[in-house]
């Protein structure tokens, strides 16, 4: 490397810390100390662009519970077709219905129910965000664990998934294929809820490398054009640099227990509501 190249690159690389430091300045300036829990509900949607396209259902539905005294990180999804009590519906439903109801609080609401916990934050993605955002971090590792082949060219975006099973570097195109199989698993919507907790601790992970200091200016970019939230976006990059505190190499993650159950001629997932108390109690209160 010449020295005008490796001047630039030092000055890239100092630019971005003093960012990266002012951030955290910032951060801890302006916002209150973490409290004990942070907890944000992360939603999924449907959607090649959600803020051209509201009328959608959310596909996935994840709480992600930060611990700050254990270290701990537990994921809990929630399967859509949970039948739950939403606010201003007579009859219970499936609990992805209260995305088209009423957006995101809505839903942020009545996971909160359903759960019996407070969850203040919430957070909306769509399939470009995502791309965008994996092509950012330069993909993710991870182990694709069955040759995925699907085709539906009327979805919207049309579908085209052709993945070999194996170890290998997913970027935004193929992880949204990954993301969007769902035909092959033998347990239908939970194997599919499985493959998107490895997915999502496969992301954190490659999420916190020192390379991606660089980088945080195009995040928040992201954050901003792509994403829905209630989160400030300070506060947001001050919760993704405490990862750094977190046992990565250990983030637990969970799904409702549940039964399905046809009624009235459509297929619900009806949860254990003992073992969710016991869930709750042992994973996300203690």
Do not use: C, W
Not at 9 to 19: D, E, K, N, Q
Not at 159 to 170: H, P, T
Not at 216 to 237: F, G, H, Q
């Amino acid at each position: 490397m010449n020295r005008s190249k490796k001047n630039n690159f030092f000055r890239t690389f100092a630019i971005a810390l003093v960012f990266f430091i002012s951030v955290l300045f910032l951060a801890n300036t302006l916002l209150d100390k973490t409290e004990e829990h942070f907890r944000i509900l992360v939603l999924g949607v449907d959607s090649k662009d959600y803020k051209l396209n509201k009328a959608v259902r959310s596909d996935t539905i994840m709480l992600v519970d930060l611990n700050s005294s254990s270290g701990v990180i537990n994921i809990i999804s929630i399967p859509r077709d949970t039948r739950t009590a939403i606010n201003g519906r007579k009859n219970q439903e499936k609990i992805n219905h209260s995305f088209a109801y009423g957006g995101a609080e809505l839903t942020l609401e009545t996971v909160s129910e359903l759960l019996g916990i407070q969850i203040d934050n919430y957070i909306v993605v769509d399939y470009k965000a995502v791309r965008e955002y994996i092509d950012l971090i330069g993909g993710v590792d991870l182990f694709v664990p069955m040759d995925m082949k699907y085709s539906d060219p009327v979805a919207d975006p049309p579908l085209l998934i052709d993945l070999k099973e194996g170890q290998q570097n997913l970027d935004g195109d193929k992880a949204l294929q990954y993301l969007r199989f769902r035909k092959g698993y033998k347990n239908a919507d939970l194997g599919r809820i499985e493959a998107q907790q490895t997915f999502l601790k496969a992301m954190i992970k490659q999420s916190i490398k020192p390379s991606i200091i660089i980088k945080i200016p195009k995040m928040v970019n992201i954050y901003k054009e792509n994403i829905e939230t209630n989160l400030p976006v300070l506060s947001a990059l001050k919760e993704s640099f405490s990862f750094f505190r977190y046992d990565l190499e250990n983030i637990e993650s969970f799904t409702l227990k549940g039964t399905s159950k046809t009624i009235d001629g459509l297929s619900y997932y009806i949860v254990d509501k003992d073992e969710l108390v016991e869930l709750i109690n042992n994973n996300i209160l203690k």
